[in-house]
């Protein structure tokens, strides 16, 4: 199966800016995109963003557009979340997730669409 594991979290102020990896290793085969889901204390799974294997299309929860970036390497097999301005609400564990089976009809932002998750890395934003 695939491998995902996610890193780059941490403790920062409001304002400040941080970039989460998610790295990606197994099997070759087809991939159709990686996408990045968050969950705060008490609360549900929340999607963030989304990216198609190749990189042409992104998705970005209302939440978070205009602030945070998703990209990916694709010969490194590695997707990045480049987060600014952030703020307490931004606090949360964030996962990353990798679709390949599931069918192209689902949203990236349906939890249901990705076959496989990392452990998580915590972000934390101080007022």
């Known amino acids: 199966q695939v491998h995902v594991v996610e890193s780059g979290g941490g403790l920062v102020q409001a304002g400040a800016s941080l970039t989460l990896s998610c790295a990606a290793s197994?099997?070759?085969?087809?991939?159709?995109?990686m996408g990045w889901f968050r969950q705060a204390p008490g609360q549900g799974r929340e999607f963030v963003a989304g990216?198609?294997?190749?990189?042409?299309?992104?998705y970005y929860a209302d939440s978070v557009k205009g602030r945070f970036t998703i990209s990916r390497d694709n010969a490194e097999n590695t997707m990045y979340l480049q987060m600014n301005s952030l703020k307490p609400a931004d606090t949360a564990v964030y996962y990353c997730?990798?679709?390949?089976?599931?069918?192209?009809?689902?949203?990236?932002?349906?939890?249901?669409?990705?076959?496989?998750w990392g452990q998580g890395t915590q972000v934390t934003v101080s007022s």
């Open positions: 997730g990798v679709r390949q089976f599931s069918p192209s009809s689902l949203s990236f932002a349906d939890y249901r669409a990705y076959d496989y």
């Open positions: 990216i198609t294997w190749s990189g042409d299309s992104t």
């Open positions: 197994g099997p070759t085969g087809v991939r159709l995109g």
